[in-house]
């Protein structure tokens, strides 16, 4: 179990883990399937409902579908409560690799040998 | 740069062999997540927040262009076109699918790479100074030192499950810029007397919860010793370490409870027991090593070296006033040569850091074309050699000088050019919460949010660093920062502690815990209210840590918390 899941549902949980093969957070759905989108994650209203969510999960994990199931507290909308879980379920809050389509190395100008000449009297 | 030789070459594509054997058996059911997970963090494959991780060794952060090349692959074909290069000199990479992750290590072997011992309770990747071969102040070369003992920890079979995992460092200068200091072992090499290398073993540093600076374990270690001598102090953690309590189970936790010179005793001891037939050919494999290292000829470039060598000051100017530079490129160029070129051992060189950390952007981080841009010049004016800093930025160790203003202009093109080294936008910042599982809070936007704000102030704070870790294990060298920014988990709000005066350096020195952790969007006006008011209280030519150990801790509260909240606590 991951440091940040829950004992009891105060509110409302869902439940969270990686898919195997991508690592990907994916969520309990109520027909007992793992989706990536977090609006279709099975809310859990009760202790009985997460109880029985878990043991869904456990038999995923053995099945070698997901690992690190773990239950995340969320709010009256659903979302999830703490930090950290909204960060997995969002993803990261930075943009990565901004530069990406913006450079490409093709376009890098031919190396000049004109400085050398230039430069070599100065040093 | 070290070439590897049959047994290096075919010991990666075995791990290459084994691995793919491992992850098919986790795919088909056969291996247990339990069973598996061990397996996979030996190849450095973590699972993060999001993802796996994978993290790739660069052995004393040396890269040849071909292999940032392959880099650059990796990263486009089974990542999202990016890596992120880390304090230990390392490359992880954030998105790879776990069946993927074999063809990458393939990748990975084919240009001499690989991601073993990247992870788990073994001896981690040995850094050194970025400058290691080049520094014009270097008494003695730490890479082949640095080899020797990856060869000899590699898959060592008495320590692979250490108590906790276990750091060197290496440097051959007395400016130490690889923070032996801060390592679980530090070594510095240097000259006696006779001409001869030996070596300084610093013992017990490191951070994390408990930051410790190391202590002289044993001066003077001669090469012919060094060897059958670090293995007797790994033996000697390794029986003693605590393994009850990972918090307390590195070396600096033994060196504090059992005490100097009763843990030196121990290793004497063990040291005494070792069997030195197993190191009689230790020298034969160093003159081996040294042997596959291919030296660059200096002389290719045409760039011959002066036999008086001129002031690097007036060098600079020189080549600032260059007339293939226009008048309003001039300000830009000279501040580029002023931040980011450095002196180099062969008068007509330089060596060029290549900042990763554009105001605004992610600390660290590089994209695929940047990687294969940087390679290019490497190729062209480099001598095909990249290093990688811990402070996450790159290395062009050497670079002719005529050849200046042509890497200054390719490195434009790519927005690498950036010239910030050594000033407080040059943060040091760790994954954090955005991607990292133990992590208790972000350390990236504030990174982004800090460099921003401080970018138009900055100017003339040489040397004063910033480093923020979004947890207790201070990846990102907090402890050891002229401003250390700790993220934190208070009441699922994160909340960040402020440190001053720490450094990583020969004085290294951990940082004075300023008072109660600030808010997020706190952090950054702070952090420009300390450069403010360093620049405003300095004498001529004092660096921040001066400043601040000359006028104490007291103003510098007044300046973080207001000068009524420190008068309401006092």
């Known amino acids: 179990m991951a440091n940040h899941d829950v004992k009891s549902v105060d509110v409302s949980a869902l439940v969270i883990a990686n898919d195997l093969l991508s690592g990907r957070s994916v969520y309990l759905t109520e027909t007992g399937d793992w989706t990536e989108r977090v609006e279709n994650a099975w809310q859990l209203p009760d202790d009985q409902s997460a109880e029985r969510a878990m043991k869904y999960a456990k038999t995923a994990e053995d099945e070698n579908q997901i690992i690190g199931a773990y239950l995340v507290a969320t709010d009256t909308t659903g979302r999830a409560v703490h930090i950290r879980e909204q960060l997995r379920v969002n993803g990261p809050s930075v943009q990565f690799a901004p530069h990406h389509e913006l450079i490409n190395s093709t376009t890098t100008q031919p190396l000049s040998d004109a400085h050398k000449s230039l430069v070599d009297e100065l040093v | ?570």
């Open chain 2, 1 to 570: 740069m070290y070439q590897y030789d049959e047994f290096d070459q075919a010991l990666v594509d075995q791990r290459c062999l084994e691995f793919r054997d491992q992850v098919q058996r986790r795919l088909t059911g056969e291996l247990s997540e339990d069973e598996f997970k061990p397996l996979r963090l030996m190849n450095g494959l973590y699972l993060q927040l999001h993802a796996y991780m994978l993290r790739v060794a660069i052995p004393y952060g040396v890269l040849s262009a071909e292999q940032m090349n392959k880099l650059a692959f990796i990263a486009d074909k089974y990542d999202k076109g990016y890596g992120h290069f880390t304090t230990r000199q390392n490359i992880q990479f954030n998105w790879p699918q776990l069946a993927e992750t074999p063809d990458i290590l393939e990748a990975l072997a084919s240009v001499q790479m690989h991601a073993i011992q990247t992870s788990g309770n073994c001896i981690r990747n040995i850094t050194t100074d970025p400058f290691a071969g080049v520094a014009a102040d270097e008494e003695v070369d730490p890479r082949p030192i640095a080899e020797w003992l990856r060869q000899w920890s590699t898959l060592h079979p008495e320590f692979r499950y250490l108590p906790r995992k276990f750091k060197f460092a290496i440097t051959g200068s007395a400016n130490d810029r690889a923070a032996i200091k801060l390592h679980d072992i530090g070594l510095r090499l240097k000259r006696n007397d006779a001409g001869e290398t030996v070596v300084d073993v610093w013992v017990g540093g490191g951070q994390g919860r408990t930051p410790k600076i190391a202590q002289l374990f044993k001066p003077a270690v001669a090469l012919s010793e060094l060897l059958p001598y670090l293995e007797a102090i790994l033996r000697v953690y390794n029986l003693y370490g605590r393994r009850d309590n990972k918090y307390k189970a590195r070396i600096k936790i033994l060196l504090a409870e059992t005490g100097l010179e009763k843990l030196q005793a121990q290793v004497e001891e063990a040291y005494a027991a070792i069997n030195r037939q197993e190191f009689a050919d230790s020298l034969a494999d160093l003159e081996r090593i040294n042997g596959r290292f291919i030296q660059p000829d200096l002389t290719e470039s045409g760039a011959i070296a002066d036999a008086e060598r001129p002031v690097w000051a007036m060098r600079l100017n020189a080549l600032a006033n260059h007339s293939d530079i226009a008048p309003q490129e001039r300000k830009h160029y000279t501040e580029w040569l002023t931040q980011c070129v450095r002196e180099h051992s062969h008068s007509a060189h330089a060596s060029v850091v290549i900042s990763l950390k554009k105001h605004g952007d992610i600390p660290g981080d590089m994209t695929s074309a940047q990687m294969r841009g940087v390679a290019d010049i490497a190729q062209s004016y480099g001598y095909n050699e990249i290093r990688v800093t811990h402070r996450q930025n790159l290395v062009l160790p050497q670079v002719a000088i005529h050849d200046l203003v042509s890497v200054w202009r390719a490195l434009q093109q790519l927005k690498l050019a950036v010239s910030n080294v050594d000033l407080p936008s040059d943060i040091i910042a760790c994954p954090g919460l955005d991607y990292c599982a133990l992590a208790t809070a972000r350390s990236i936007p504030i990174a982004q949010d800090i460099a921003q704000t401080i970018e138009k102030v900055e100017s003339g704070a040489q040397g004063m660093t910033v480093n923020i870790s979004g947890c207790i294990n201070a990846c990102a060298h907090h402890h050891v920062a002229s401003i250390g920014i700790l993220g934190l988990d208070r009441g699922g709000v994160e909340n960040y502690q402020i440190t001053l005066g720490g450094q990583s350096d020969q004085a290294a020195r951990l940082g004075d815990r300023m008072g109660p952790g600030i808010a997020a969007d706190e952090v950054a006006p702070t952090v420009e209210r300390i450069v403010h008011f360093y620049k405003q209280e300095r004498l001529t030519g004092e660096r921040f840590n001066e400043t601040y150990q000359r006028l104490g801790k007291a103003p510098f509260k007044s300046v973080i918390y207001g000068e009524e909240h420190v008068a309401k606590t006092a």
